[in-house]
T-cell receptor, first 117, second 114 residues
Framework: AQSVAQPEDQVNVAEGNPLTVKCTYS??????LFWYVQYPNRGLQFLLK??????LVKGSYGFEAEFNKSQTSFHLKKPSALVSDSALYFC???????????????FGQGTTLQVKP | NAGVTQTPKFQVLKTGQSMTLQCAQD?????MSWYRQDPGMGLRLIHY???????DQGEVPNGYNVSRSTTEDFPLRLLSAAPSQTSVYFC?????????????FGPGTRLTVL
């Protein structure tokens, strides 16, 4: 079965410092990975996705993610954190099993990012 | 575009009551889905649809029904509410084309079942 894991419930970082939010995956075949962000009392917003190609994927709001096949990881990164980046971050993998292109996503448990001034 | 809209924003039900959570999108997306979000469990897929007239079960379908009579609307019905269905519910939609299949989420419905 396909799955993603986010090993950290919370990540704390000072404003201006680089941040990393970790995600590991388990899939059969080629992975198709996403990052989403959820601000308080809001729905999820798409940040970026990896299908194939370059291992470094650039997304919205200055975020990027590094795909590492040997470590089965897809960590979210940003060179310089902002207080406004504080939110709940979800890693997800597309479920490719079954018939047709279902678009189903399997989400990790989420990681709360706290950026302090 | 209004994007994905959900109503109501908040709802309190008594055990055994039924209700329908509404979801609509104006982006002509083929794919629509319902998730529930519970603390520490991420989002779990309840039901999904790949187009009008086609629905299927997700990870946690028990106690919920859906229908997709139009491309725009995807209502979620709670048949007989139970306290275990207390959660935040999100509707999402996307194109089915993998080149542009990012899911757009609604603002959510916070449901409490007493």
């Amino acid at each position: 079965a396909q799955s993603v894991a986010q090993p950290e419930d919370q990540v704390n970082v000072a404003e201006g410092n680089p941040l990393t939010v970790k995600c590991t995956y388990s899939v059969s075949g080629n992975p198709y990975l996403f990052w989403y962000v959820q601000y308080p009392n809001r729905g999820l917003q798409f940040l970026l996705k990896y299908i194939t190609g370059d291992n470094l994927v650039k997304g919205s709001y200055g975020f990027e993610a590094e795909f590492n096949k040997s470590q089965t990881s897809f960590h979210l990164k940003k060179p310089s954190a902002l207080v406004s980046d504080s939110a709940l971050y979800f890693c997800a993998v597309r479920d490719i099993h079954g018939s047709g292109n279902t678009g189903k996503l399997i989400f990790g448990q989420g990681t709360t990012l706290q950026v302090k001034p | 575009n209004a994007g994905v809209t959900q109503t109501p924003k908040f709802q309190v039900l008594k055990t055994g009551q039924s209700m329908t959570l509404q979801c609509a999108q104006d982006m002509n997306h083929e794919y629509m889905s319902w998730y529930r979000q519970d603390p520490g469990m991420g989002l779990r897929l309840i039901h999904y649809s790949v187009g009008a007239g086609i629905t299927d079960q997700g990870e946690v379908p028990n106690g919920y029904n859906v229908s997709r009579s139009t491309t725009e609307d995807f209502p979620l019905r709670l048949l007989s509410a139970a306290p275990s269905q207390t959660s935040v519910y999100f509707c999402a939609s996307s194109y089915s084309d993998r080149r542009r299949d990012e899911q757009f989420f609604g603002p959510g419905t916070r449901l409490t079942v007493l």
